[in-house]
């Protein structure tokens, strides 16, 4: 049974199915109406979409869900966070302003913010840690660590990069003093739990965490933090883009660039 994560598996199914199958058009009217679904019972949703409550009841276990019961309840958490904390900007910043002048001001309060919070040292402190590695295990947001992925290529090290702790990941019993651990939690706060760094200390690794949570145990069990403001939101990307961003602007200058400079 695929994994039951919000709407996902909803907009998968539908995203799979010929336009001309009967189960695509009740997705799709399901997905259009998805706000409203939370307060619906499985009858009111068959005369929605002009079907039977089983042809419902199908829909969903085709989609990956344990049956309609499930479906609903995953679909109003999604809608939860949707509505709350994957917000970019709350009604009150735009209630004044224009959603372009709220969203900007809002990111240079974060960004005068975090500069306050991360320092050249912390960074030069990083960039060292992750060039002692020759493996480097890094755990979170794929895209915004492509970048410096290349930067680590270069320098001849070896990166294997999750999105989340799965099946697929590598073995923990495996690693050893020479694999650092990158774990960050914008928008993947159980990858910060102290559990998978103590896990991954006690296999040997180096631990740098980037949080937008200050958490003391995972802190104490780590080697390094960066602590960035954290709004739970979907800012906290754009601060966690940033400071990658920095420190691969940092590695370069320290360990890809020598020739250049000198």
């Not at 869900?65 to 917000?87: H, I, M, P, V, W």
């Not at 709350?90 to 224009?98: F, I």
């Not at 090290?157 to 590598?170: A, E, G």
């Not at 939690?185 to 180096?206: C, T």
Request: proline share 3%; charged share 25%; hydrophobic share 40%.
């Amino acid at each position: 049974m695929m994994k039951q994560d919000g709407i996902r598996p909803l907009i998968s199914y539908y995203n799979r199915m010929e336009k001309d199958n009967a189960y695509y058009l009740i997705a799709g009217r399901l997905l259009k109406n998805i706000t409203k679904l939370p307060g619906m019972t499985i009858h009111d949703v068959a005369a929605l979409c002009f079907t039977s409550e089983a042809t419902i009841s199908r829909l969903a276990k085709k989609a990956g869900y344990d049956g309609f019961n499930a479906l609903r309840e995953q679909t109003s958490k999604s809608c939860s966070n949707y509505f709350t904390e994957n917000r970019l900007l709350l009604p009150d910043q735009l209630r004044d302003q224009g959603s372009a002048a709220a969203y900007l001001n809002a990111m240079v309060d974060l960004l005068r913010e975090m500069q306050s919070m991360i320092s050249d040292e912390l960074i030069a402190k990083a960039t060292e840690l992750i060039y002692q590695a020759e493996h480097i295990v890094y755990f979170g947001n794929c895209e915004g660590f492509l970048r410096f992925e290349q930067d680590l290529f270069i320098c001849g090290k070896r990166v294997d990069i999750h999105q989340s702790f799965s099946d697929d990941t590598p073995d923990m019993s495996e690693w050893d003093e020479r694999v650092l651990v990158l774990v960050d939690n914008p928008g993947y706060p159980w990858l910060s739990s102290s559990a998978v760094v103590i896990r991954a200390k006690r296999a040997g690794a180096k631990v740098l965490q980037i949080s937008c949570t200050k958490n003391p145990e995972v802190e104490q069990s780590a080697d390094m933090t960066l602590l960035l403001p954290g709004t739970k939101s979907g800012k906290d990307q754009v601060l966690f883009d940033t400071l990658v961003n920095i420190l691969s602007i940092e590695y370069r200058r320290r360990y890809v660039d020598d020739w250049y400079y000198h």
